[in-house]
């Protein structure tokens, strides 16, 4: 009869699904996990894709805790059709055919040229650069500003490792923040904080990176060119184009925060649980079509950006990453690692630093261990009675793990701005980890402000 379940299914179902708990049960849950990442870590390195490599994660984790194919498929159908997992992944692939017309136009080559000869202090013209490159998240960025950062600081005698950490370092200081960056929609998404409340929180950590990382600016002042030679060069210019050319990203952020505050309160009584997602979803949609009318950009050059590879990645990588963590939930494998864990008395807040940190420095990749880990530690936070208080256990993970990426030998950044300054690792590791202890210090401390401050501030607003 039509519509009438199988029972000889469910009963194979159940078979296997009694086989695999009979075959795993006796392996602590926690090499279980460790075995999941493992396979996820081992596949990336081989250049899987991080979508390929979270979907076999999810299956293998399944498998792991005795979910059978059944209970498998059934948890990656309801993690694929939540409303959040294509809201967010629309977003993030918008993000990435905003960076990609910005590039096919030119617009933030023209948006540094305008930028020359504002500022006369070469120090503060060294950070600028790539901290204007570090707004439009973008593979490989920092190469991007690797010329300016160079000419300024050739005219400074300034060594090529202290360049390259100058132009890597200062590309990455809104990475903790700035929600145009994957990591951080996927991090507000899994723990259901709301966004603009956690860059709010999040903010501190870039000034923190900004300070931290000033010691090989010291000794420079002002441009040792006069105004009269800024002027013949054509490197000054006046504010209006260079905000003109910076209206795209603007654009995003004022849009999408007033968007996504109006939305909410309208459609939260509907029943519609995306508005979040959806004022970012809408500024970006303005923002795309400003940059390609304003470019003019030929529709060819429209569809091909459409295209792209990476943009079809991406989206299978955010909807395998909530599979993952709906295939945690179901397999009801963190309570087996949360009763480990509370038997071994190992401090939750050790797990919060050391477990991302370790996956981003293996991965280099933010989004990477943000997707592997984050899912773990929520549930984590949550079974140990800790919600209350998510806000400082974000911030801490994502504080962690980002300076873990920092330090990784397989950051793209790190060795494109290397190899174009033409200094090593060791040299550039030199300048490196001072600022990263400092952020971990001051993470540490300001995760105990963040952890007694008022509830408000701390509250999983779903």
């Known amino acids: 009869m039509k519509g009438t379940k199988d029972p000889t299914c469910h009963r194979l179902g159940d078979i296997l699904s009694g086989v695999t708990m009979t075959l795993f049960e006796s392996i602590p849950a926690l090499l279980r996990i460790l075995i999941v990442f493992v396979a996820i870590l081992a596949l990336i390195r081989r250049k899987v894709s991080l979508g390929t490599a ?31 997992t294509f809201s967010l992944a629309v977003a993030v692939t918008l993000i990435l055919v905003l960076s990609h017309s910005m590039e096919a136009t030119s617009q933030m080559k023209r948006l540094l040229k305008h930028f020359q000869g504002l500022l006369r202090n070469a120090g503060l013209n060294l950070v600028v650069f790539p901290a204007l490159i570090g707004l439009l998240p973008m593979p490989g960025g920092a190469i991007f500003s690797a010329p300016m950062v160079k000419n300024i600081g050739q005219r400074h005698a300034l060594s090529g490792d202290r360049l390259s950490f100058i132009n890597y370092w200062y590309r ?58 800024q002027s013949n060069d054509g490197s000054r210019h006046n504010l209006k184009p260079f905000l003109r050319e910076l209206a795209p990203i603007m654009i995003v952020i004022v849009l999408g925060l007033g968007l996504g505050t109006g939305l909410t309160p309208i459609l939260n009584p509907l029943g519609l649980n995306i508005a979040k997602e959806l004022g970012l979803v809408i500024a970006l949609l303005i923002s795309i079509g400003w940059v390609w009318n304003t470019n003019r950009l030929p529709k060819a ?136 202890a400092a952020i971990l210090v001051v993470g540490c401390l300001y995760f105990s402000i963040l952890r007694y401050i008022p509830e408000v501030l701390s509250l999983n607003l779903q």
Request: one cysteine or more; aromatic letters at 12%; glycine letters at 8%.
């Open 301 to 436: 050059q429209r569809y091909s950006i459409l295209a792209r590879k990476e943009l079809r990645q991406m989206f299978y990588m955010v909807a395998a990453i909530l599979i993952f963590k709906e295939i945690l939930q179901d397999s009801r494998a963190v309570d087996a690692v949360s009763a480990e864990l509370l038997y071994l008395q190992i401090p939750l807040i050790s797990i919060t630093i050391l477990l991302p940190m370790i996956v981003g420095l293996v991965c280099g990749i933010t989004i990477a261990f943000v997707g592997s880990t984050f899912p773990i530690l929520i549930s984590l936070i949550q079974s140990l009675g800790e919600g209350q208080y998510m806000m400082a256990y974000m911030m801490l993970a994502l504080t962690s793990g980002f300076l873990g990426v920092l330090f990784s030998p397989l950051h793209v950044c790190l060795m494109l701005s290397n190899a174009y300054f033409e200094t090593g690792m060791k040299a550039v590791y030199r300048h490196l980890w001072q600022p990263c």
């Open 54 to 84: 979270f979907m076999a994660g999810a299956v293998c984790l399944g498998l792991l805790f005795g979910q059978g194919p059944l209970a498998i498929v059934r948890s990656v159908v309801q993690g694929l059709f939540q409303p959040k």
């Open 172 to 229: 990455h200081i809104w990475e903790y923040w700035w929600p145009l960056y994957p990591g951080v929609l996927l991090t507000t998404t899994l723990a259901g904080l709301d966004l603009w409340l956690f860059v709010i929180s999040m903010v501190p950590m870039t000034f923190v990176a900004v300070v931290s990382g000033c010691a090989p600016l010291r000794g420079l002042t002002r441009d040792r060119r006069s105004p009269h030679q």
